[in-house]
């Protein structure tokens, strides 16, 4: 059946000093504030510019053409920028940018997964065409784990040997279109010595829970970004909930949105728990919870 989830999605397009035009989710964006003085902060990364005070709050500043390998800002055009403030995986940062366009709405239907040939080192999670134009949309959670590389997320969770059985014979699924959030919960899962099954789009995550299945082997248990290119983690639920051969998978969703909102809408399509990112025992908290409920089914 089709899905009847349809979630809209704003997008800030804007661009970098080469002209080169981006995309960024506005649920991400805290707000955009013109340029001000950053003051310079020892030892970072390159990229790192400095920080700034808005709102009585300190918040580091990343250049990001600098990061993604386009140069920095030329000083000419500084006063002319802007800087973007996110609100993604527990942090407030601010990205140096040289112009805003516009914000448009759109779905995550319209949105395409990057193409394979661009490889693994880029720094965009999907495209989308506007004014029949493609334009990119920044994975600023790659963005901030490059300009911050040790800051490392702890993966070392402690569970019991009962604990850890019960995880062992669930049949996990993830699916994370961002390579860092994919790298955040695998390497959780590989530390606690649990199998799991790892796909990059809602529509493969779909296809594997169906043929699994099929084979006699479900998902049983389901943990999903919520933006994604093409089938978004509502969908993918919506989709999941609606399909009698695998509707009893327990479902976590994760989010790099701070926002009780998305939380709501998590519940509302059918989720059983929805989790900002990224904290390790939470993870494994909300999957031991699947476990239990399971094992009472």
Known sequence: MPSKATHSQGLLLFRLHNGRQFALGT????????????????????????????RQ?????????????SGPVPQDQLAKSFIIVTDCQRKIVGFLISGIDKIIETNWKQIKA???ALGSN?????????????????????LIDRSYPNLSTNVQVSVTDLEREH????????VDDSRTARKQLTDVLSYLNVPFEVTD????????????????SPIDLLVSDIEMPGL????LTFEVRSAPDIAHAYIILHTSLSSAISVSQAMQVGANEALTKFVAKELVASMLNGAATLSRV
């Not at 003051?39 to 005070?53: D, F, I, K, R, Y």
């Not at 995880?167 to 993830?174: M, R, S, T």
């Open 57 to 69: 709050q300190t918040i580091p500043v990343i250049d990001m053409a600098q990061t993604i390998g």
């Open 27 to 54: 649920l991400k964006i805290r707000e955009l504030v013109p340029y001000q003085h950053i003051t310079p902060m020892l030892n970072s990364q390159p990229g790192v510019l400095g920080a700034v005070t808005i």
């Open 232 to 235: 978004d983690g509502y969908e």
């Open 122 to 142: 880029v720094f965009i999670t999907g495209t989308v065409e506007v004014d029949d134009k493609l334009v990119q949309l920044m994975d600023v959670e790659l």
């Open 167 to 174: 995880l062992k014979q669930l049949n996990i699924l993830v």
């Open 114 to 116: 990057p193409a394979k």
């Open 201 to 216: 789009n809602g529509h493969l995550a779909l296809e594997i829970m169906h043929k699994r299945a099929a084979a006699g």
